[in-house]
T-cell receptor, first 112, second 116 residues
Framework: DAGITQSPRYKITETGRQVTLMCHQT?????MFWYRQDLGHGLRLIYY???????DKGEVPDGYVVSRSKTENFPLTLESATRSQTSVYFC???????????FGSGTRLTVV | AQSVTQLDSHVSVSEGTPVLLRCNYS??????LFWYVQHPNKGLQLLLK??????LVKGINGFEAEFKKSETSFHLTKPSAHMSDAAEYFC??????????????FGAGTRLAVHP
């Protein structure tokens, strides 16, 4: 089915472990984004990508790594998970980057 | 820098009564403004957007918002609430990011409860 899919939907991991959250979109949108959602903070941008092989930091990039070798995929890796990274993570894509985004259903990550 | 303030963290209405969710923005130039909705355990969905055309913007599911530059507001309204409108609503402003694209800046959200 066309759309933007995130996996896994739920993940529990231990402090210090590496974990990768996956995001896949089927529209060939140029722009892709990773946000985290925490109570009282709304959504905050972690990383974004304007095209394959072009990525840049958002507001809260520390502790995260991204890559975009293919247009349709934009994985987010937590290199050494910390409890402060417990959050709901949303991936989004946009054709033009002008502000109309399509969001995935989110990944709820718990770091214990 | 752009910012948005959602004036109410929670709003509770009865089914069939009007909905008003308030949003003020801060911008050094004419902004693009959006309202997104998030239903429980779902991703965010675009409700409507303002991009300097008509000041009254109509969105999906009967929602609309009015851009008032003099008040720096972009309040979301609906004449008659439905139970399915219960969700979290985010006011969003678009800011030109250093990468040359428009970065979305989210408000903290307003949780709308609809009672029978």
């Amino acid at each position: 089915d066309a759309g933007i899919t995130q996996s896994p939907r739920y993940k529990i991991t231990e402090t210090g472990r590496q974990v990768t959250l996956m995001c896949h979109q089927t529209w060939s949108h140029s722009y892709m984004f990773w946000y985290r959602q925490d109570l009282g903070h709304g959504l905050r941008l972690i990383y974004y990508s304007a095209a394959a092989d072009i990525t840049d930091k958002g507001e809260v990039p520390d502790g995260y790594v991204v890559s975009r070798s293919k247009t349709e995929n934009f994985p987010l890796t937590l290199e050494s998970a910390t409890r402060s990274q417990t959050s709901v993570y949303f991936c989004a894509s946009s054709e033009s980057g002008e502000g109309t985004y399509t969001f995935g259903s989110g990944t709820r990550l718990t770091v214990v | 820098a752009q910012s948005v303030t959602q004036l109410d963290s929670h709003v509770s209405v009865s089914e069939g009564t009007p909905v008003l969710l308030r949003c003020n923005y801060s911008s050094s130039y004419s902004p693009s403004l959006f309202w997104y909705v998030q239903h429980p355990n779902k991703g965010l969905q675009l409700l409507l957007k303002y991009t300097s055309a008509a000041t009254l913007v109509k969105g999906i599911n009967g929602f609309e918002a009015e851009f008032k530059k003099s008040e720096t507001s972009f309040h979301l309204t609906k004449p008659s609430a439905h139970m399915s409108d219960a969700a979290e609503y985010f006011c969003v402003v678009s800011d030109l990011f250093s990468g040359g694209y428009n970065k979305l800046i989210f408000g903290a959200g307003t949780r709308l409860a609809v009672h029978p």
